[in-house]
């Protein structure tokens, strides 16, 4: 009984944690650049109960199977999906959509660098393109005052033309970065990933290079959720969820009904 009740509430955990994970897709379903998670599992330990091979008592023909009870289940890690997500259009010359594989660089406030989806950069007062929360892009791109069109080529590098010029400048040139293992980079929010010892060092190189993705200038890339399949999966982890609470109920009244036959 014990065993059963111990089994069923590791499952009403493990649904509970799928199913937080799940809000957590859908509730970023617009947010730029973001990428799904989805959780896995494993089976506890078995306690044997009877071991392939040996003979029960009293008798010479060996047991051709073993007997084994599970313990049930716990969550063993989070994986996140680096899937492509849909490329929108915008009306901003300062969006970039990387399509293919690679990450912005993003210097954090503390120095560190960061890395991100999310190509919707803005200017600072004095030029510099930055984030959405005003960490500065690297390497740092700075557009002049003067400056009457930006334009951001494929391969990484953005041009501006001045005002009474008709020759445009290079302002710097986008780079990018990549892993061995992007989906062992730590997510710390606000769309940005820093390296772990499971992702492995950063490769940079410009957009285009082999193995990079191309930079697309007026275009931002959506988050790669799928509405329809994340609601298949949170109808799965809610009669997952139901079917443990029913064996919870279930094993309640059968040590009702133990309890019963020995007062009788």
């Known amino acids: 009984m014990n065993r059963a009740l111990r089994a069923a509430t590791t499952g009403l955990a493990a649904q509970q944690m799928n199913i937080e994970i799940i809000a957590n897709n859908l ?20 306690q044997t109960l009877q071991i ?3 003979s029960p008592a009293g008798q010479t023909v060996q047991q051709p199977v073993e007997v084994q009870v599970g313990n049930g289940v716990i969550p063993v890690g989070t994986v ?29 406030p503390d120095g ?15 030029g510099t393109l930055v984030t959405s929360q005003g960490y500065v892009l690297e390497p740092g791109i700075t557009i002049p005052q003067n400056t009457e069109s930006i334009q951001i080529a494929r391969d990484g590098k953005v041009n501006t033309l001045l005002q009474g010029e008709i020759n445009p400048e290079l302002a710097g040139e ?5 892993f061995v293992n992007p989906a062992g980079l730590r997510s710390i929010g606000n769309n940005l990933y820093v390296e772990t010892v499971a992702s492995g060092p950063p490769t940079l190189g410009k957009p285009g290079d082999q193995g990079f993705g ?8 959506a988050s790669n959720v799928d509405v329809v399949e994340e609601m298949v999966a949170m109808i799965v982890a809610q009669r997952a969820y ?23």
């Open 27 to 46: 509730s970023n379903v617009n947010t730029t650049g973001f990428k799904k998670t989805r959780p896995e599992f494993q089976d506890l330990m078995y």
């Open 52 to 54: 392939a091979g040996s």
């Open 80 to 108: 996140r999906s680096f899937l492509q997500g849909d490329v929108q259009t915008t009306n901003n010359p300062l969006d970039i959509a990387i399509a293919g594989e690679g990450f912005f660089q993003i210097r954090r």
């Open 112 to 126: 560190t660098i960061a890395y991100s989806r999310d190509g919707q950069f803005k200017l600072t007062n004095d």
């Open 174 to 178: 986008v780079e990018l970065a990549r």
């Open 214 to 221: 191309v930079a697309m200038q007026n275009q931002i890339e």
């Open 242 to 264: 139901e079917i443990n609470t029913k064996v919870i109920k279930t094993v309640e009244e059968m040590v009702t009904m133990a309890n019963n036959l020995k007062r009788s």
